[in-house]
């Protein structure tokens, strides 16, 4: 049995609902993102994970507690979200004022991380599930788990950008026979 990675982005914050790119702040879940974390407990509790993984920001890890996983989680660094430097805190459309066209997947965040870090970091953790026995749940941040998702098909990290992942959402990542492959996305 080849190894899949779940992925289940954290329930919705404050600057997430208000698109304000949210790294290294530990802004907690609203109410309505609590109740989307329980949400989500019923079709998790109906699998068998070998390793519980989440970042260690608390919206993360209120999402796996919450989800009813946090009893074995085990806190990885490399679930940190993209660290957005200088543009922490920002709108997309505040940064293009100064930045016309900016991307993440494309451009530079000034004192932040740049996109090889990010897939540098995706790797490490795709390596790491490869090497289980069984299936693995990671609970993190949108751009982080959009760049695993591109790394786990072999694709490069500015990939990412055509995966779109809404918050309180799960993915699975696993195999087309021996090729990795994207099972599920983006799922409520």
Do not use: K
Not at 55 to 68: D, F, H, I, Q, V
Not at 78 to 100: C, H, M, N, Q, V
């Amino acid at each position: 049995m080849r190894p899949q990675l779940w992925l289940v982005r954290h329930g919705p914050t404050e600057w997430s609902e208000t698109g304000r790119h949210t790294s290294r702040t530990d802004v907690p879940l609203t109410d309505a993102g609590r109740r989307a974390a329980r949400g989500l407990a019923p079709r998790l509790q109906e699998q068998r994970f070998e390793l519980v993984l989440t970042s260690p920001m608390t919206r993360a890890r209120e999402t796996c507690e919450l989800s009813g996983l946090a009893a074995h989680a085990e806190v990885t660094d490399d679930l940190l979200e993209w660290d957005y430097g200088d543009y922490e805190g920002l709108t997309t459309a505040e940064i293009r004022e100064s930045r016309p066209g900016w991307s993440v997947f494309a451009d530079d965040c000034p004192g932040g991380e740049t996109i090889g870090q990010v897939s540098d970091r995706a790797d490490r953790l795709i390596d790491r599930v490869r090497a289980t026995d069984g299936p693995v749940i990671a609970f993190a941040h949108g751009h982080v788990l959009r760049v695993v998702g591109a790394r786990w098909v072999g694709l490069s990290a500015a990939a990412g950008a055509g995966l779109v992942l809404d918050a309180a959402t799960i993915s699975v990542l696993g195999w087309e026979r021996e090729t990795p492959a994207i099972q599920r996305w983006n799922c409520r």
